[in-house]
């Protein structure tokens, strides 16, 4: 019985893989353009009906379908959890007072000019502590967004900046998870990995900054100085205690990180710890911790940008992105399970002549992978599995797959509205996913830098631990990058090979 569904079994056709890929855009893209406003929780539900269907077609039961929906959720568990905590962590940092002092002397020590480009720094730095953009864009985040505002600075601006530095960092700090994802999908060491992303990351860095900077000095029409005046009072007014000791807690996430603490016991612990200073501070009790925990800080202080700073957090704040979450990664689930990648992109690899396309097409895939599967990880493990050989056989270091894999993945996961990564910092910082991406200058700079270098050879790091310079010069490595031992030795064989017959 079993064998009889197993031979019953087929893989979709590219035009039904595409298929319920293409209704979920159709219908999110026509979201954006007509300026509907809905959520994109049900567009994601409905595609999730529609590969269903096309998984049914080709064979696939109804419980099968169900089960890699589920399997899918069960490994996103985790980060539903932590995000529900990270909930709580806002709901604290606000009735503390330590979000609304980032942004009280963040107002009297950056100018309208320069604040773009140092708050850049300041969240890549921050996010290099911490491992995470999540958890900047929940602390420092929401401050610069209150702080951009007072300067009369795009909302979207202010957030694609933030994005950009949290999510430098999160890739070169060797505390996220993504980072050491891409490094064990491609079976290469940690280091190697970070150290392979400083040629194509730090300089897309350097070149957010240069045009973040290009912009503030250009000024804002907007900047009105007693906005920032009158927001300053109102958060003096307001709290019983304003000191720069608030600002100890985001200095507590930087000692928990350095002290490898597990994501999330390290939320809770933190949010507790803005309760603890909510007490000692602010004179909150312990029904208002419980409070502000569940359901955040509600504050009425008769500004309005104030009480948009303060009125965010608990965990009843993140239903929103969780339920987006849950369906998005169930239909990815579903995706998965029926072949539906495989069938788009399997033949892919037998075209590949060149380490540019080789790049390339790791790139799309990635890409592809968040897009459809609405999930990061996905996005990093796929790609790493399909085209691990590849590398080997073109004599290229597993760094350089590690490398490629978070140009692509870990900076597009943000730009999709509907993945788990955009519906977050969508939330989180409340500027539409879509509307911030225009301005998310090191996510764009990024891959595109990767692509045009490795295209006339510069950036490539081989398995041997040499690496081209920007300039095409082969630079001896300090020994080549981790890898399996037979990969290894496979992709030694295969760079002689190519050398040899470059030396003819």
Not at 26 to 48: E, Q, R
Not at 230 to 247: G, K, N
Request: aromatic share 8%.
């Amino acid at each position: 019985m079993t064998e009889e569904k197993t031979r019953a079994v087929r893989l979709p056709s590219k035009v039904e893989a595409l298929l319920p890929i293409v209704f979920l855009l159709a219908i999110m893209i026509s979201n954006y353009v007509f300026g509907w406003g809905n959520d994109p929780h049900i567009p994601v539900l409905l595609a999730c009906c529609v590969a269903m269907i096309v998984g049914k077609l080709c064979g696939y039961s109804y419980a099968d379908m169900l089960k890699g929906a589920l399997d899918a959720v069960s490994q996103s568990l985790e980060a539903i959890i932590i995000i529900l905590c990270v909930g709580c962590l806002i709901g604290s940092f606000e009735w503390s007072g330590t979000i609304p002092a980032v942004v009280f002397y963040g107002l009297k020590t950056l100018t309208p000019q320069l604040f773009l480009p140092i708050a850049c720094i300041l969240c890549a730095i921050v996010a290099i502590s911490l491992g995470s953009a999540w958890t900047v864009s929940a602390t420092l985040g929401i401050a610069f967004m209150a702080i951009g505002e007072t300067m009369g600075i795009n909302p979207a601006l202010t957030a694609g900046m933030i994005l950009s530095g949290a999510c430098c960092g999160d890739k070169f700090s060797p505390l996220s998870d993504s980072t050491n994802l891409a490094a064990a999908a491609a079976q290469t060491g940690l280091f190697d990995h970070v150290k392979a992303m400083v040629t194509t990351t730090f300089p897309s860095l350097v070149l957010a900054i240069i045009i973040y900077t290009i912009i503030g000095l250009q000024g804002s029409s907007g900047y009105d100085p007693q906005v920032a005046t009158d927001l300053s009072q109102a958060i003096v007014d307001h709290y019983a205690f304003m000191s720069p000791i608030l600002l100890l807690p985001i200095l507590l996430i930087v000692v928990v990180s350095v002290a490898k603490m597990p994501a999330l016991p390290a939320v809770i612990l933190i949010s507790l710890v803005g309760c603890v200073f909510a007490v000692v501070f602010q004179g909150a009790g312990l029904s208002d911790c419980i409070s502000m925990l569940h359901y955040g800080y509600s504050a009425e202080t008769g500004n309005e940008l104030c009480d948009t700073l303060l009125n965010k957090g608990g965990m009843d704040s993140m239903l929103w992105t969780n339920n987006l979450v849950i369906v998005a990664v169930a239909f990815g689930g579903i995706l998965q399970k029926i072949g539906a990648v495989e069938s788009v992109l399997g033949g892919l690899i037998k075209k590949v002549k060149t380490p540019f396309q080789l790049v390339l097409v790791t790139m799309v895939t990635s890409v592809f992978c968040i897009t459809t599967m609405c999930d990061q990880y996905i996005g990093l493990i796929i790609p790493a599995s399909m085209y691990k050989d590849k590398y080997d056989e073109m004599g290229l270091g597993r760094n350089m797959l590690s490398r490629t894999l978070e140009d692509s993945g870990t900076l597009w996961s943000p730009l999709v509205p509907w993945s788990s990564c955009g519906a977050y910092h969508t939330a989180t910082l409340g500027v539409p996913t879509l509307s911030y991406l225009p301005y998310c200058f090191m996510n764009i700079i990024n891959p595109i830098l990767a692509l045009v270098t490795v295209s006339y050879g510069a950036n490539l790091l081989y398995a041997d631990g040499s690496r081209t310079t920007i300039f095409r010069h082969l630079k001896k490595g300090n020994g080549p990058a981790g890898a399996p031992p037979e990969a290894h030795e496979k992709a030694m064989a295969a760079l002689a090979q190519i050398r040899a017959q470059q030396n003819k």
